[in-house]
């Protein structure tokens, strides 16, 4: 199969990283969440003492972090200086703080650089908030995945998670830099009412009507 790349962006809990794992495994590529390299950042911020309400101190400290990326067994795999921050992502003080730490422009240089990095050597899926708009925005596969806010917020309650997703979606698409938005050429789903199969039976048949071959 050639080379291709994937990005799915949409806003917290649309569902997109359940539909991209699926996808990868039919695909047999890897999947990067992209919204994990943000979290590491944002832990390693935290880790360093330093207020992720302060854009130039945030800045300082992301550029000071050791960040190791690489895809591993098919998913993103990070290291902080060192550490896997794996069990600490979805941390409530994490997720009250990412939306900040991803909206200073310089944080959003270097994890850019990152993430394009792993799509420079092999096929792969990417979700996020900007990946079809800035991480590639020359694949013609973008994908950019909805769903009602109630529906998010009782996707998000079900997985047990306490997050702050309708204010984080707010900063996150009204950021200056790389804010969410859908790509002019992305085809948009909306997975209010669909069920997971659905959304990835869709996604499929956009992708196979665009000449990419996907194995049943
Ligand atoms: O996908 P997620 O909810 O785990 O992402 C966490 C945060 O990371 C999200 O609120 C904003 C930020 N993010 C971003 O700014 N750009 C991306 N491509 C992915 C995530």
Not at 4 to 32: E, H, M, Q, T, Y
Not at 126 to 150: H, L, N, Q, W
Request: charged share 25%.
């Amino acid at each position: 199969m050639p080379f291709f790349l994937i990005a799915i962006d949409g806003p917290a809990a649309s569902g997109k990283s359940s539909v991209s794992r699926r996808l990868a495994a039919r695909l047999n590529c890897a999947c990067v969440n992209s919204g994990s390299l943000y979290r590491a950042a944002t832990w390693g911020v935290l880790q360093a003492g330093v207020d992720p309400a302060d854009p130039e101190a945030v800045a300082t400290a992301v550029s000071a972090l050791r960040l190791d990326s690489e895809t591993v067994d098919g998913s993103l795999q990070i290291r902080v200086n060192g550490l896997d921050p794996e069990a600490y992502l979805r941390d409530p003080a994490v997720a009250a703080s990412v939306s900040k730490v991803s909206s200073v422009p310089a944080v959003r240089e270097i994890l850019t650089g990152i993430l394009r990095s792993l799509g420079s050597s092999s096929s792969l899926i990417m979700e996020g908030r900007d990946i079809g708009t800035v991480v590639f925005p020359a694949t013609p596969f973008k994908f950019y995945i909805d769903a009602s806010e109630s529906v998010r917020l009782q996707r998000r309650h079900a997985q047990g998670e306490a997050d702050s997703l309708v204010s984080r979606d707010r900063q996150d698409s009204t950021r200056r830099t790389a804010p969410l938005r859908i790509a002019e050429d992305a085809k948009v789903i909306d997975s209010t009412h669909l069920g997971l199969d659905e959304v990835v039976s869709q996604v499929v048949d956009h992708l196979r009507h665009q000449g990419l071959s996907v194995p049943e």
